[in-house]
């Protein structure tokens, strides 16, 4: 019975120690959220710093770093005298993936031949990062290209209920169709809740001899490897994409900056 007392004091510490989201860090996520979800569609204002105070129950300043993450990230834009709106839609995710190769954005200047149509499969390692609780998933295969240059050979694995919402996509079925859309493009128009963010990855990999292939290489030529997975607003992982460029078509950029700046 000694030993309680103990056990109270080091759960007691472990909480004391365990890190806390802070208060601004909390209500730019939920409006983040509110704002991939479309809550505030083109030309209708968000609440103002004093609303937003008042209904979470946080100071202006609060409120005004929350709205400071926001615009840095792109996905609002502030009218003085009038207020804060939330980015067009078609440009919200060009910003918050900037870095990532404006994912939404491919389809602008780039095309998707399907090189492996969307089919089911038993996948364990690609079950086990989706977090699924079955090894079943869904997948296909396919190429983006520039002008006809194929530079990226992108592999796909879907949970089955995100793999059901594209089996209607006809293009995504048959091999050796060109599409100009995504598929987090595809994803987001059909999701009970949209995309929000992409954990990524970046290594080294040999081309192995489909790849190669398809890229035009020489087996074993090294690729730069890009592995993302994806989750919603809600944290459900819906995505996992495994990337390979050649080098020579592929940059990466991303502005750093201090923290407090």
Known sequence: MAEQPQQETQQRQSQREAP??????????ELRAAILRHDYPDGVRLPTEAELAETYGVSRQTVRRAFQDLVAE?????IPGRG???TPREEQYLRQFGSVDDLMGLSIDTRMDVVTPLHRRVDVDAAGRLGLHTDRVHKLAFLRLHEDMAFCHTSVWLPPAVGQLLESVEELMLPGTPNAFTVIGLLDQRLPEPIAEA???ITVAEATPEIAKHLGCEPGRALLRIDRVYQTVAGQLVELAI???LPEHYSYRVRLRRSGQ
């Open 74 to 78: 792109g996905l609002v834009y502030r």
């Open 84 to 86: 804060t709106f939330a």
């Open 20 to 29: 806390r989201e802070s208060t601004y860090l909390r209500l730019a996520r």
């Open 199 to 201: 954990e990524q990855s």
């Open 243 to 245: 990337s390979h460029f």
